[in-house]
């Protein structure tokens, strides 16, 4: 499987087959290269005791990388829940540059509009990304592993076909997050991953040979099973190789020991 992302010389990672195919369409995923603050990377997020200023010049420079500037973007307080809200030009600049103003308890954003950058940050956990290439509808999810085993893939893919999109006209990626061989997990998660499972189905987590009731687990297998029961062809299924617990390019909650930044997903059309 060809691998989704590209690294740019500006430090991001797009989404190339999205970019060449779709013209105007920017998307792709922060590194943590050449920012300003605490961790003196290019932290993202403010809830993690950043310097408010600091992340504030950190997302103008990834507005002036991308083309569309903070004052057309939207984020989230993201709670590890499965809610998503639709949004529109009118949420424009919610969240972008403080966290007071963030849609609230929100982990899955979508949009018909142009002119509006949707905006979530991550430390390990898995971004998604949809694009209906018939409508031109594009979204984007945090799935951690609660809003994994909760169904946040499938519950944006059910979304857009009550509003007209068709299972074979949407694409997804799934981007870089912690892989399999760097996550470990109890048996409590794999309980509710086990609910998406028929009895004789291949499962994205297995057990740790010395650890009693500890698994690997895959989030980017895991959220590839969903959007297969969720109706999107295979062939429209894309999925990254990048670890963010391997890669010295990305902050990784499980390897920084909890106190790192976060890198974000960004994906909009041009105006």
Known sequence: MTEPFKKSIDGLYCIERWEKEFPGLI???????????????LNTAFHVHDDPSA????????GEKTGIPVRQWVGCEQTHSTHIEQVTKEDSGRGALDYDSALSSTDGLYTNDLGILL????????????????????????????????GIG?????????????????????GPSI???????????????????????????????????????SLQNFNK???????????????????TSCSPDFFSYRRDGGHTGR?????????
Request: with cysteine.
């Open 179 to 217: 892989c399999g061989n760097c996550y470990k997990v109890g048996k409590m998660v794999t309980d509710e991953a086990e609910k998406w499972y028929s009895r004789y189905e291949t499962r994205s987590f297995l057990p740790v040979s010395d650890e009693p009731d500890t698994f690997y687990f």
């Open 154 to 174: 499938s519950a944006m893919i059910k979304k857009w076909e009550k509003q007209g999109s068709r299972l074979e006209d949407i694409e997804v990626v799934i």
């Open 225 to 243: 099973d969903i959007f297969l029961k969720s109706g999107v062809l295979e062939e429209n299924i894309y999925m990254t190789h990048l670890c």
């Open 55 to 62: 992340v504030r010049q950190n997302r103008i420079r990834i």
């Open 27 to 41: 998307a792709g995923f922060t590194s943590k290269n050449e920012g300003s603050g605490i961790f003196n990377k």
């Open 263 to 271: 890198m974000m997903s960004y994906i909009g059309w041009k105006e």
């Open 119 to 150: 905006t979530l940050c991550y430390a390990d956990c898995v971004p998604l990304y949809f694009c209906d290439r018939s409508s031109k509808r594009i979204g984007t999810a945090h799935a951690g592993w609660k809003g994994s085993v909760g």
